[in-house]
């Protein structure tokens, strides 16, 4: 009875020891991520529009012209709410070759987009060129003031 006991109490001494080596060989691996589930499926692929190039086209860079032909500056900036709608277009009005500029807000809407196949074409501003220089500037990090089509000064009513 003795040698069975002996035997069985070896038999238990030696599971702990392999349980506690192996608990420790764990401990000293770097932990990795658990297995993807396989029940998981696979994103959905994005959806895919195609735009002819005659379609659209970047504005920022481009030229700004009045209705009468007069040189308004170029678009350097595009504003958009929280909600992302396009609400207005930052403009480098004035001064040359960027001496004696200003940035100008005018309303999107101001802006017609009939004649931009490539680059070299512009944008059309409807109002004159007295009623932009007539604009305050435009500082970023303070109230704007987005100059309408109708020529009035209205502010952008930022959302609380």
């Known amino acids: 009875m003795r040698g069975r006991r002996w035997f069985i109490v070896s038999g238990l001494l030696l599971l702990s020891?392999?349980?506690v080596a192996s608990r420790a060989e764990n401990e000293a691996q770097p932990a990795t991520a658990p297995p993807v589930a396989a029940s998981k499926e696979a994103?959905?692929?994005p959806s895919v529009t195609v735009i002819a190039p005659k379609e659209a086209h970047g504005v920022l860079g481009r030229d700004?012209?009045?209705p009468t032909d007069?040189?308004?500056g170029r678009i350097?900036?595009?504003i958009v709410d929280r909600t992302g709608t396009v609400r207005a277009a930052v403009i480098d009005f004035g001064g040359f070759l960027g001496v004696g500029s200003r940035k100008i807000v005018v309303d999107w809407n101001a802006l017609h987009f009939g004649r931009v196949n490539n680059k070299s074409d512009s944008i059309?501003?409807?109002?004159?060129k007295?009623?932009?220089a007539a604009a305050p500037e435009y500082k970023e990090d303070t109230?704007?003031?987005v100059l309408g089509a109708s020529g009035s000064l209205q502010p952008l009513q930022a959302v609380q």
């Open 130 to 132: 007295a009623q932009v």
């Open 76 to 78: 350097v900036d595009v």
């Open 43 to 45: 994103a959905p692929p």
């Open 64 to 66: 700004v012209r009045s």
């Open 17 to 19: 020891v392999a349980a």
């Open 143 to 145: 109230p704007m003031v």
């Open 70 to 72: 007069e040189d308004m």
């Open 124 to 128: 059309t501003l409807e109002l004159t």
